[in-house]
């Protein structure tokens, strides 16, 4: 199995809050992402977070750290229609490589 | 501003047939990437390239071949496909810890 786990799917209500949970486990990674990826394209790098980091945020959206129990957090405030897409999240490992989870579905309803 | 190229984006081949995915980086990246994505398992990694002449095998490497052939060009080829290959092939490329460039994918069908 994955070293990054995530749960596979998140419905939400357009206008409401998303929020997106991620384990990994290794504690020395450095950095962090979340990456989108929408229907048939590759994936596009939201954001990212450094270990040394607890939150981070960029308009929408809000990362959350907890070293300590190894969880990282991506929240979409105000869910668009145009939020509908599979999010990653991806550890790095002072090595280069990313190791990443299996995505998570996020499907907005009207 | 083309970021990562991948060729082609749809390829069907028998079983038995080999054939090669390119990818090209014009960002001077150093470090290349081949990822496959197939449902449910999020991406792995197949090779990758730390820089220019050098080649690692990633989490699953095997039936894979590739060949850095300079710092913008990283290929990968299917010596013999297999319908187990059939996936979603991706590459990437970074030069520093702010996430990697990903291409479009090529979209691969082993029948």
């Known amino acids: 199995g994955e070293d990054v786990e995530q749960s596979l799917f998140l419905s939400v209500r357009e206008g409401d809050s998303s929020v997106i949970n991620c384990t990994y486990t290794?504690?020395?990674?450095?950095?962090l992402y979340w990456y989108k990826q929408e229907p048939g394209a590759g994936l596009q790098l939201l954001t990212y977070i450094f270990s040394n980091m607890d939150m981070k945020q960029d308009q929408r959206l809000t990362v959350l750290l907890n070293k300590k129990d190894k969880h990282l957090s991506l929240r979409i405030a105000d869910t668009q229609t145009g939020d509908s897409a599979i999010y990653f999240c991806a550890e790095n490992r002072n090595d280069y490589k990313l190791s990443f989870g299996a995505g998570t579905t996020v499907t907005v309803r009207a | 501003n083309a970021g990562v190229t991948q060729t082609p984006k749809f390829q069907v081949l028998k079983t038995g047939q080999s054939m090669t995915l390119q990818c090209a980086q014009d960002?001077?990246?150093?470090?290349m990437y081949w990822y496959r994505q197939d449902p449910g398992m999020g991406l792995r990694l197949i090779y990758y390239s730390a820089s220019e002449g050098t080649t690692d095998k990633g989490e699953v490497p095997n039936g894979y071949n590739v060949s850095r052939l300079n710092k913008r060009e990283f290929s990968l080829r299917l010596e013999s496909a297999a319908p187990s290959q059939t996936s979603v092939y991706f590459c990437?490329?970074?030069?520093?810890?702010?996430?990697?460039?990903f291409g479009s994918g090529t979209r691969l069908t082993v029948v």
């Open positions: 290794d504690s020395s990674s450095t950095y």
């Open positions: 960002m001077n990246h150093n470090s």
């Open positions: 990437a490329s970074t030069s520093f810890n702010y996430g990697y460039t």
